[in-house]
């Protein structure tokens, strides 16, 4: 399973970005997919998470900033960031539990990542 992000990159503070991860390979189905950020010296964090069905979780840092959603094939998440603030430059990074016929019924995650991409926000 590849993931391919895109969409990073520099912009000042209050603007938006959007990022876009798709995921390909030998999928039959993804069940949780999201984005984690890692700024320099820090550890990675959760930004927000959406579920096969929709259902969608933030961090209290993002709320009412950024957006997650996923199209209908659920094989690409989305990340829309608004009102950006330089505390959130760092590096995107996409994330799914992606399964095939082999590990479907298993019961922890099978992750996988996309490369990250970068996010800076000038102030």
């Known amino acids: 399973v590849q993931l391919q992000a895109s969409g990073g990159g520099l912009v000042q503070a209050g603007g938006s970005l959007r990022l876009s991860c798709a995921a390909s390979g030998n999928i039959l189905r993804i069940n949780d997919m999201g984005w984690y950020r890692q700024a320099p010296g820090n550890e990675r964090e959760l930004v927000a998470t959406?579920?096969?069905?929709?259902?969608?979780n933030y961090v209290d840092s993002v709320k009412g900033r950024f957006t997650i959603s996923r199209d209908n094939a659920k094989t690409t998440v989305y990340l829309q960031m608004n009102r950006l603030k330089p505390e959130d430059t760092a590096v995107y990074y996409c994330?799914?539990?992606?399964?095939?016929?082999?590990?479907?019924?298993?019961?922890?995650?099978?992750?996988?990542w996309g490369r990250g991409t970068q996010v800076t926000v000038s102030s």
């Open positions: 959406i579920t096969n069905g929709g259902s969608t």
């Open positions: 994330n799914a539990d992606a399964r095939n016929h082999q590990n479907y019924f298993l019961p922890r995650r099978i992750d996988f």
